[in-house]
C-alpha cells in the first residue's frame, strides 16, 4: 500500500462521490472495451496479498454505461476504479472470492494458498487507481490494495482476445450493454458430446426462464454458449477415485467437499469466457453425480445429468447473480461458524439484532410475529437424520439412484412440514439459516436457498435477483 497516496485519495473521494455516484459521464472516461485485470491473490487465515498477473483487453464492454456504480453492497470484496488525476469513483463492483472461502477452511491455518482472480471494468482513457476493498469484523469495507493502471502502459495489452472457439446462442434480446448478458460454459464434453451440450443449456435455460423473477424479466437477457470440447467424458472426481483432466479444469472436491465442483484454472476460464460479451457465467459439467457452486460474480457450476440438476442451477446462480446466501443449515459443509456479534451482508439472511429494523421489512404484512414460529424441531430432527443417511450411502459409494431416491424421500417429508404451517406463504424471520441452526434467520418458510422442494425463491431473493438485473438493463 502506498502510504502517501492513500489518506489523499481517501479524502478526494468522499468529496467527489455524491457528485459522481449515479452519474459517471461514460464517454469522458471510457471506450467500449472490457479492461481485465488478471491478479494473484494469496495469504493465510489471517493474511493476504495481491499481486497483478496481466492486464488485457477482454472484449467490447457488455455491461451498463449508465450504472457504473455499484450500491449493492454485497459481496466479501469490493473494488474501484478512480480517475487518478481527480479521484472521482468511475465504477465499482462488489464479489467473492475463491480465496475467500479458502480463507475460513482449517487448512488455511496451516498453510499458504494462492489463487487467480480477475475484476473486469470499462476501458479506461486515463490513467486510473483501482482500490481493493474487503469487509472488517463490523462488515464495512477497508481497503486493503491499490494499484495504478496507466492504459497507455507496455504493461496493458490491448489486443483482441481470438479465442477461435465455436459459440452459439440460447437467445439474444438486445445490445450487450442493455442487457444482462450470460456465458455459459461446458465441462467434460467430448466432440461427439456437443449436441448434448446444446441441449443441456436449452433445457437447464429453460428452467432457470421458467422461475421468477427470470420469467417475467426474460427480455432483458442475453444468454450465449462457448464451445470448449474434451478429450475425455465427464471431469475429475478425487472422491470415488475417478482422475481426469479437461479443458477448464472443473473438479469436485474443492475444499475436500465431495459435492463441491469448483475450478481454480481462473486465467483459462476468463479466456475462453470473453469468446462472447458477457456479465455473468455457468459451467455445465457433463456429470450425473450431484454437485456444484457458486460465487458471486465469478461464476456457478452444476452437474448436467443428476436428477436435481435443474435445482442446482437455479440454486448456484441465485449465489453468483446475486450474492444470496444458502438458506440451509443442516447439511455438513466446509465452512466454520463462529459467535454472532455482527449482521450478515447477505439480503436474504439475518441475526436479527436490531428486531425494529428487520432488513426485509417492508415484505413483512403486519400482524406476522417476528421471530415467526415454525415447525423447526420436526424440520431439524427430520433433515438431521435425512443428513447421516446421505453421508453413509456417500461413504457406501452406491450409484447416484440410490442417493436421488434418499431426496425424493426428504423433499416429500418435509414438504408435509413446511407447506402447511400457521406462517407458510408469509414473510417473518424464520429461525434458521446461512449454515446455522440458532441464531440466523432467513425471511419464508421455504425458497430455492433453502430446500429442494419448490422451484421458487421467496419474495426477499426475487427482489434481490431483480436489483442486480436492474444494474445491468437501466
Ligand atoms: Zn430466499
Not at 460465487?295 to 446475486?322: C, M, P, Q, W
Not at 430432527?381 to 446421505?390: A, G, T
Request: aromatic residues 14%.
Amino acid at each position: 500500500m502506498k502510504k502517501l497516496f492513500l489518506p489523499f485519495i481517501l479524502i478526494l473521494s468522499l468529496n467527489l462521490q455524491a457528485q459522481f455516484t449515479s452519474n459517471v459521464d461514460f464517454k469522458k472516461y471510457f471506450e467500449n472495451s472490457t479492461m481485465r485485470l488478471d491478479y494473484f491473490h494469496n495469504g493465510t487465515a489471517t493474511e493476504e496479498h495481491f499481486a497483478v498477473d496481466r492486464i488485457l483487453n477482454d472484449g467490447s464492454w457488455s455491461g451498463s454505461k449508465s450504472i457504473l456504480i455499484d450500491d449493492l453492497n454485497q459481496g466479501l470484496y469490493f473494488f474501484e476504479v478512480l480517475d487518478k488525476e481527480s479521484g472521482a469513483i468511475l465504477f465499482s463492483r462488489g464479489f467473492s472470492s475463491i480465496f475467500g472461502e479458502w480463507q475460513s477452511i482449517p487448512e488455511a491455518k496451516e498453510k499458504w494458498g494462492t489463487f487467480h482472480e480477475s475484476i473486469r471494468f470499462p476501458w479506461p482513457l486515463n490513467p486510473v487507481m483501482v482500490l481493493m476493498k474487503k469487509r472488517d469484523d463490523k462488515n464495512n469495507f477497508v481497503t486493503i490494495w491499490e494499484t495504478e493502471i496507466d492504459p497507455k502502459a507496455r504493461y496493458v495489452n490491448p489486443a483482441k482476445n481470438g479465442s477461435g472457439l465455436a459459440s452459439f446462442d440460447y437467445m439474444v434480446n438486445g445490445p450487450a450493454n442493455e442487457k444482462l448478458d450470460i456465458v455459459v460454459l461446458g465441462d467434460g464434453y467430448t466432440k461427439g458430446e456437443m449436441q448434448k451440450f446444446h441441449d443441456d443449456v436449452f433445457r437447464l435455460c429453460d428452467a432457470l426462464f421458467a422461475v421468477e423473477p427470470y420469467r417475467s424479466r426474460k427480455t432483458d437477457f442475453n444468454v450465449r454458449a462457448v464451445e470448449t470440447p474434451s478429450m475425455t467424458t465427464g471431469v475429475n472426481r478425487p472422491h470415488p477415485g475417478i482422475f481426469k483432466r479437461t479443458p477448464l479444469s472443473v473438479s469436485y472436491s474443492s475444499f475436500d467437499s465431495e459435492r463441491y465442483a469448483l475450478t481454480y484454472d481462473n486465467r483459462t476460464v476468463r479466456d475462453v469466457a470473453s469468446t462472447v460479451p458477457y456479465d455473468f457465467m455457468f459451467i455445465l459439467i457433463n456429470e450425473e453425480t450431484y454437485g456444484g457452486g457458486g460465487i458471486y460474480r465469478l461464476y456457478s457450476t452444476v452437474a448436467a445429468d443428476n436428477k436435481f440438476s435443474e435445482y442446482i442451477f437455479v440454486h448456484e446462480f441465485g449465489h453468483h447473480l446475486a450474492g444470496l446466501a444458502d438458506e440451509y443449515y443442516t447439511s455438513d459443509v466446509s465452512y466454520q461458524s463462529t459467535e454472532i456479534t455482527v449482521e450478515p451482508y447477505e439480503v436474504n439472511i439475518t441475526a436479527l439484532l436490531d428486531k425494529e429494523n428487520l432488513k426485509w421489512k417492508q415484505f413483512v404484512k403486519p400482524g406476522t410475529p417476528i421471530p415467526t414460529p415454525w415447525e423447526k424441531e420436526k424440520y431439524d430432527s427430520l433433515s438431521y437424520e435425512i443428513q447421516k443417511e446421505r453421508r453413509k450411502l456417500r461413504a457406501a459409494k452406491v450409484p447416484e439412484s440410490e442417493v436421488e431416491a434418499l431426496f425424493e424421500r426428504e423433499k416429500q417429508e418435509t414438504s408435509a412440514i413446511l407447506d402447511n404451517m400457521k406462517y407458510t406463504g408469509k414473510v417473518g424471520a424464520f429461525e434458521g439459516g446461512g449454515y446455522l441452526q440458532y441464531g440466523y434467520y432467513r425471511p419464508y418458510d421455504d425458497c430455492i436457498m433453502f430446500t429442494r422442494n419448490k422451484q421458487e425463491f421467496c419474495p426477499v431473493c426475487q427482489d434481490a435477483i431483480s436489483r442486480v438485473i436492474n444494474q445491468y438493463t437501466k
